[in-house]
């Protein structure tokens, strides 16, 4: 079983940054693809960023440039830098991996608790 805590979550500004990072119960980032989601009441839940095993990340028109994610196989961590953060960026945010135990298994997402990030002047 995989567990992962959010953190770093908070209120800013617009135009400020804040730090989220995901702890993973277990190396599981070397081997599968980390990602962020967020979702804000009434609609689905969003993909914002990921980033594979071997270092690539892709992001979600509307962060690039400003967000940044990356992963520490070490701490066994999933990170988002967000900057220039606008209140359209209010949402709850959730760390994201799937894996599949065997090759006839079904994959399985394991998902966080999310933490909450509101910009608000």
């Known amino acids: 079983q995989v567990q992962l805590v959010e953190s770093g979550g908070g209120l800013v500004q617009p135009g400020g940054s804040l730090r989220l990072s995901c702890a993973a119960s277990?190396?599981?980032?070397?081997?599968?693809?980390g990602n962020w989601y967020r979702q804000v009441p009434g609609k689905q839940r969003e993909l914002v960023a990921s980033?594979?095993?071997?270092?690539?990340?892709n992001y979600a028109d509307f962060v690039k440039g400003r967000f940044t994610i990356s992963l520490d196989n070490i701490k066994n961590t999933l990170d988002l830098q967000m900057n220039s953060l606008t209140p359209e960026d209010t949402a709850v945010y959730y760390c994201?991996?799937?894996?599949?135990?065997?090759?006839?298994?079904?994959?399985?997402?394991?998902w966080g608790q999310g933490t909450q990030v509101t910009v608000s002047s």
């Open positions: 277990r190396s599981i980032f070397r081997r599968n693809d």
């Open positions: 994201n991996t799937r894996t599949k135990p065997c090759i006839e298994c079904q994959t399985i997402d394991h």
């Open positions: 980033i594979t095993s071997g270092g690539r990340a």
